[in-house]
Structure formats: C-alpha cells, structure tokens
C-alpha cells in the first residue's frame, strides 16, 4: 500500500519542482507551459500551477503570445533575471571589493573599501558588515531580495564545513568563519579563496572563456593559484589546491609557524619590493616589476639583475605547474600582468626549454574584477535552490 506523502517530503517535491522549472527557463527563453512540461517532464497541470505562483512572487514574467500549432495561441515565459540580486566580495591587499549583480551575473552597483592595517579576522568580518551597509544605502537595493553573499578571503578556505584551515593575515584558523559572517550580515554565505574566486571570475567571463583545462596564477601579497579541470574548479582533498606560495622556490631557510610560503617569502610582490629598496633610488607605490624594469631600461645593471632573477623564478613555477597539470591555458594575473609583452616573450622561451608541452599563456582580461565576477558566480551556482526555496 502506497502511503500518502509525509509534509515535508511534499515541501521538498515542490521546491525541486519548482527549481527545475526555473533552470529550463534559464536555458530556454520564450516557452510556453506546454513547452516546461515537456522539458521538465513534469504533468501541465504542476507546471500550470507553479508557474502562476512564481508569476505572482516575480521569478518569471509573461512576454507574449507565441505561434499556434492549431489550438489557442501559447504564453510565452522568461526568467525574471532581475527578481533577486547576489552579493560578490573579495579581500584583496588593502582594500575590499564588493558588488551587487542580477541573476545573469551582470554587475548592478559597486562599492570599494579601504582596510585599516593590520587586519585581524575580526575587523575583517566588520569591514564585511560595514561594506554590504554602505552599498545597500549607495544603490537603494532591497536587501531582502538578496539571495546571499559570495566572498573570496585569503586563506585556504573550507566551502563545505565554513571553515578557513590557514590564514596567516587574519589569524582564522578553523574557526566558524561563515556561520559568524552569516549572523552578522542575515544572509547565506559562500566562502572561498580569494584566488580560486578569480579563477572563477576569468573563466566564466574572461580570458578563460572556452577553456576546459587551465590554470590561473596571482602573484600579489601572496602567490597562488587556481585550477579548473574538465570544467570545473579543483579544490582538493582538503580545498588545499593551488597553494603553489609554498613551493620550494629560492632560498629556504627556516619557516616558522604561520609564515608564508617559501616561494612567496622569495617572490611575493612585497619580497620584491624589499629586494628593490636596497638597489633603487626611490620605491613608489605602483607596479614594482614596472619601476624595476624602468630602471633596468635605463642602463642599471642591478635593477636588470633583479628583474631578470624574478622573472626567472614566477616563470619555474609556471613551468612546475604546466609539467605536472598540462593545461590548455595557463592565465597569468597580479603583478604578472606588468611583464609586458617582452616578458611574456621571455616566460615562453624559458617553458619552451624546460617542459615538454607549452600551454598558451594569455595575460588576465579582468583585472581587479575577477575576484567579484567569481564570487557573484560561486552565489549564482546555488542559486535555483535558493529561489526555489521561498515557497
């Protein structure tokens, strides 16, 4: 005997049904209910109904009459794209990105904040609060029509449990990251590495864009990198992937607890720059790979030493990454992208020399955006469970 469906077991049909409704008008624009049934398998009258309610909440719009196959001419559906928003945030150096986009992932309104130094895990879920505060007040968005908030941290982060297992700028160590950041915000959190958002910002709208295979590389304050395989981004076994600062690059030393990576210590931006102030006459505040080769053009031999001696080592772990992953594209992005053409010339030489297969190499197309576009796409992956959520 077939029992009759317990009330939650009904709830969840109808939030399934209602979010498989919503991906077919996703991918499918001008429909009619006929044509949802069809597609989502599901009888007419269940799309009849779901649809009217999501008619009347605003996830779905009437856009006319479409042509008769014989009978009364069909309504035609869309996605409502612009019925919720998603927040996109990201920590990078000194300053905090933030951004409200629509359902497509097109950017609404932004806002950028600068982060008092040091910054502790604490003031950083502050600066968070006060940054979503003001972008809220700037763009007259309704925060009750936000779906939740992606955002990108420094770190290796855990998504699944909310954790961040090693920050050493903010001193979060397996602390519950997101479920503090979602109390204080009232909103669903999604929280990852700041580089893996970029990564994700890059193939989904930049130079990634066609790309199944490829690897992202930052050199900032940090180094890093992010990893999409077979489309989809690599996070690891413990979400450690792409750490590439701690690879055995330059001279080791001794590292203590909480320090950075040997590659980053040797040729981080900020190791960089140090090396620089003993050599240079001024240290400005701008791309030091620009300032150096500026000298170097000049005729110091130092400042030619030093710039060649960087771009000897980022381009070992570009060569470390390509042997071992063999990507089709390998995205080069932070300071990488002051190389200039003649560095890029430079970087390819040298894998041409050390790897058996040389990937393309393009230079980032989205700048500081990238971190944003990935952290509103991380938000809009479960987004039809988020909409179809609010029966």
């Known amino acids: 005997m077939i029992g009759r469906a317990q009330p939650g077991s009904t709830k969840l049909i109808k939030r399934m049904n209602r979010e498989n409704i919503l991906l077919s008008l996703k991918a499918n624009t001008g429909v009619s209910r ?73 950017t609404l309104y932004r806002h950028q904040i600068s982060l008092s130094s040091p910054m502790d895990g604490e003031k950083a879920i502050e600066s968070v609060a006060e940054g979503l505060k003001v972008l809220l007040a700037r763009s007259g968005f309704d ?42 915000l009232g909103l669903p959190v999604i929280i990852d590495n700041d580089v893996n958002l ?25 180094i890093g990198a992010g990893i999409v395989i077979d489309k989809q981004l690599y996070r690891g076994a413990r979400e450690a992937s792409g750490e590439i600062g701690y690879m055995m690059i330059g001279p080791i030393g001794k590292r203590l607890q909480g320090e950075f990576g040997v590659f980053e210590k040797n040729y981080s931006v900020s190791a960089v720059r140090e090396k620089a102030r003993y050599i240079l006459p001024y240290v400005g505040s701008g791309s030091i790979i ?11 031999k130092e400042a030619r030493q030093l710039l060649d001696d960087t771009c000897k080592h980022w381009a070992i772990g570009i060569a470390n990454m390509a042997s071992m992953l063999d990507p089709e594209l390998l995205i080069l992005s932070g300071e990488l992208i002051h190389l200039g053409e003649e560095g890029l010339h430079s970087i390819k030489k040298s894998l041409s020399d050390w790897v058996p297969s040389v990937p393309e190499l393009k230079l980032a197309s989205l700048g500081e955006h990238a971190g944003i576009m990935g952290a509103i796409h991380s938000v809009l992956e479960a987004f039809p469970s988020e909409a179809a959520s609010r029966v």
Not at 149 to 169: C, E, F, K, M, Q
Not at 199 to 216: C, D, F, H, Q
Not at 290 to 300: C, E, F, H, N, S
């Open 34 to 106: 006929a044509d949802l049934a069809k597609l989502t398998e599901l009888s007419r009258p269940c799309v009849s109904s779901l649809v009217d309610e999501m008619i009347q909440e605003g996830l779905i719009h009437e856009i006319g009459m479409g042509t008769s196959k014989g009978g009364r001419k069909p309504i035609l559906l869309e996605y409502n794209f612009a019925a919720f928003g998603v927040v996109g945030a990201v920590f990078e150096g000194s300053t905090m990105q933030l951004a409200i986009a629509d359902l497509k992932g097109d």
């Open 290 to 300: 620009r300032q150096i080769a500026d000298y170097a053009d000049r005729g110091m």
């Open 198 to 222: 970029m990564t994700l910002g890059e193939y989904r709208r930049g130079a990634g864009i066609g790309y199944s295979n490829l690897v992202y590389m930052y050199v900032g304050t940090g």
């Open 143 to 184: 925060k009750s029509r936000l779906l939740g908030i992606g955002l990108g941290l420094p770190g290796i982060t855990r998504r699944r449990d909310g954790t961040i297992s090693y920050a050493p700028s903010t001193g979060w160590m397996g602390l519950p990251v997101r479920k503090e950041i979602e109390e204080k």
